[in-house]
C-alpha cells in the first residue's frame, strides 16, 4: 500500500522554531578498511536454538577499489522477477484512524513496564492487523503481491528454522548506531520517553517488538548492534566475511533486519563498489532467511564532492531493492519536505526535535516533532515495521 507522511514546521503554540541539536553521532567519513572502526564481537546473548549458518567466502570488497562489470556481485535468485517498489513520495495528511485496536497478553517479566504517555496497554502477541487503519506515512514500502510473496517465503523459512518474529536487527552506520534511533521505545532507556501523536494506530507494533527481550535488559529498540558502527560503509559491513552481520543476525535471530548505508560511502566508495558491496550485505541477510528492509539515505551537504554524489547513491538503494526484490524503505523521500530536508548542522546526520524548554526527543510524532530528521526515521521505521507485520507476517493485502 502507498504511504505518506505530512511533516509540519515549528509548533506555533511554543513559538520555538525547529532548531537542529547535537546528536550523540561521531562524524561518518574515515578511511575505508580501517580495522580500528570495527568493533569488536560482544557476548552472544541468543537462544541456543537453530543457529544460522553463516560460512561464506571471502566477502569483503575494499570500497577504495572500483569493480570491473565481473566483479560486482551477481544478484541472488530470489524467485519472481524484479518488482518496482519505489514507493510514492506524495506527501499526504495522516488519516484518523481512530482508537487502534490492542491485543491483551500476559505481560514479561522483566520488571515495571516502559512509560507510555499515550497510555496505552501493551501488546505482545501477533495477532492480524488490520491494514486498512494504519496511518499513511511517506516512504513505507510499497509490497506488492509479488513481493509479498517473495518475503513471505523469506518469513516462512525463518520462522521453521527458529528465528523471532517479534525481533528486528540493526545494520549501518552511526545513523543507525546512534541512540536518537528508536532506543527511547526500548525498557533499557531509564524512563522510556514517547508520544505517538496522532500515530497511535502503530502502538501495537511498538508494544509487539518491545515486548520480546533479547538479552537481560533490551529489547529490539535498544539493543546495542555488532553491525551499527560510527564510520561503516557497506565494504566495511563485509569485512573478515562480514563476521559482525552474522554475528548479529545468529545472535538475535531476527525476522527483519532495518538495513541503511551509504552516508560514509558517498565520498569512499565507488558507485559500482557500493552498489555491489551493498547488494552481498542484503544476500547475506536473505540467505540467513531474515527480511531485510532497505532504506535510502539522507541528503549529505557538507562538500561540493558529496552534493555532487549523494542522488546517485540514493538512486544505488532504490536499484540494489528492486532487483534483490526486498522492501525499500525512502527515507530520502521522507526527508524532503522538511526544513534543510532534515538534516542537521554539521550536513551529515539526521536532525533532533528539542522539546521547548527540555531536552532531545528522537520519538515524539507530534507536528512540530516532525520536522526533525531523527523523528522522521523513528515514525518512518515504526511504520514499515508495522505494514510488514501485517501484510508478510499475518498474509494481510497486497499494496495494488
Known amino acids: 500500500m502507498a504511504l505518506a507522511l505530512t511533516a509540519c514546521g515549528s509548533d506555533p503554540s511554543t513559538g520555538v522554531a525547529p532548531m537542529d541539536v547535537a546528536t550523540q553521532d561521531e562524524p561518518l567519513p574515515r578511511p575505508p578498511g580501517d580495522a580500528g572502526d570495527v568493533a569488536a564481537p560482544g557476548t552472544d546473548v541468543g537462544s541456543e536454538a537453530g543457529a544460522i549458518d553463516t560460512s561464506s567466502a571471502q566477502d569483503v570488497v575494499e570500497p577504495e577499489d572500483v569493480l570491473e562489470l565481473e566483479d560486482v556481485v551477481a544478484p541472488v535468485d530470489a524467485g519472481p522477477p524484479p518488482v518496482d517498489v519505489v514507493a510514492p513520495v506524495d506527501v499526504v495528511a495522516p488519516v484518523d484512524a481512530g482508537p487502534p485496536a490492542v491485543d491483551v497478553v500476559a505481560p514479561r517479566d522483566a520488571g515495571p513496564p516502559p512509560v507510555d504517555v499515550v497510555s496505552l496497554p501493551r501488546d505482545a502477541g501477533p495477532p492480524p492487523v488490520d491494514v486498512v487503519s494504519l496511518p499513511r506515512v511517506t516512504g513505507v514500502p510499497r509490497i506488492d503481491a509479488t513481493l509479498k510473496a517473495a518475503m513471505r517465503a523469506v518469513y516462512l523459512r525463518g520462522q521453521a528454522a527458529g ?74 559491513c563485509l569485512e573478515d566475511g562480514a563476521a559482525l552481520l552474522r554475528q548479529e543476525l ?41 527480511i531485510p528492509l532497505l532504506s535510502t539515505i539522507p541528503d549529505r551537504t557538507d562538500s561540493p564532492t558529496t552534493v555532487a554524489l549523494g542522488p546517485s547513491f540514493v538512486a544505488a538503494v532504490r536499484e540494489v531493492a528492486a532487483a534483490q526484490r526486498v522492501p525499500l524503505v525512502d527515507y530520502w523521500a521522507a526527508l524532503q519536505p522538511l526544513p534543510g530536508r532534515g538534516v542537521s548542522e554539521d550536513h551529515v546526520h539526521p536532525s533532533l526535535y528539542r522539546l521547548p524548554g527540555g531536552g532531545p526527543e528522537a520519538a515524539y510524532f507530534t507536528p512540530a516533532a516532525l520536522a526533525y530528521g531523527y523523528n522522521v526515521r523513528n515514525l518512518l521505521t515504526l511504520a514499515t515495521l508495522a505494514h510488514v507485520r501485517a501484510v508478510v507476517f499475518h498474509d494481510g493485502p497486497a499494496d495494488p
Open 163 to 236: 528465528l523471532r518474529a517479534a525481533v528486528f536487527a540493526k545494520i549501518g552506520d552511526s545513523i543507525t548506531e546512534s541512540q536518537s534511533f528508536l532506543t527511547d521505545f526500548g525498557p533499557a532507556s531509564g524512563t522510556p520517553s514517547w508520544n505517538l501523536g496522532s500515530y497511535t494506530a502503530f502502538e501495537p507494533t511498538r508494544a509487539y517488538f518491545d515486548a520480546t527481550l533479547v538479552d537481560a535488559v533490551h529489547s529490539s529498540f535498544d539493543r546495542p548492534s555488532l553491525a551499527a558502527v560510527t564510520g561503516w560503509t557497506a565494504g566495511h
Open 250 to 290: 545468529t545472535t538475535l535471530r531476527p525476522a527483519v533486519a532495518v538495513v541503511m548505508f551509504g552516508s560514509a560511502d558517498v565520498e569512499v566508495t565507488e558507485l559500482a563498489t557500493y552498489r555491489a558491496n551493498l547488494t552481498r550485505v542484503v544476500q547475506i541477510i536473505l540467505a540467513a532467511n531474515v
